[in-house]
């Protein structure tokens, strides 16, 4: 069984900036990618940043030049660094993670920007 613990959700004004922590229970070595998806109320989940084992990272349009996915293997941990945040970008962000197998989600912490 493997558990992904996401962190770091909240409220931030509109043009701030948030970093979302994704802890894994096990070596993320061993998935073939991670990311981090997001949805909003009334709308279908997205993927707002991936990166595959050994590969670069990719970006939905609407985040590319503020979001950036990276990941420390020391701590198995995945990071999303949001900057210049908009209000569209208010959604319960959720990470994932993949094997040839498998996917796992966690359970998505709330990112809400307002003024």
């Known amino acids: 069984q493997v558990l992904l613990v996401e962190s770091g959700g909240g409220l931030v004004q509109p043009g701030g900036s948030l970093r979302l922590s994704c802890a894994a229970s096990?070596?993320?070595?061993?998935?073939?990618?991670m990311g981090w998806y997001r949805q909003a109320p009334g709308k279908q989940r997205e993927l707002v940043a991936g990166?595959?084992?050994?590969?670069?990272?990719n970006y939905a349009d609407s985040v590319k030049g503020r979001f950036t996915i990276s990941r420390d293997n020391s701590i198995n941990t995945v990071y999303l660094q949001m900057n210049s945040l908009k209000p569209e970008d208010t959604a319960v962000y959720y990470c994932?993670?993949?094997?040839?197998?498998?996917?796992?989600w966690g359970q998505g912490t709330q990112v809400t920007v307002s003024s």
């Open positions: 994932n993670a993949e094997t040839y197998s498998r996917s796992y």
């Open positions: 096990r070596s993320i070595f061993l998935f073939n990618a």
């Open positions: 990166i595959a084992s050994g590969g670069s990272p």
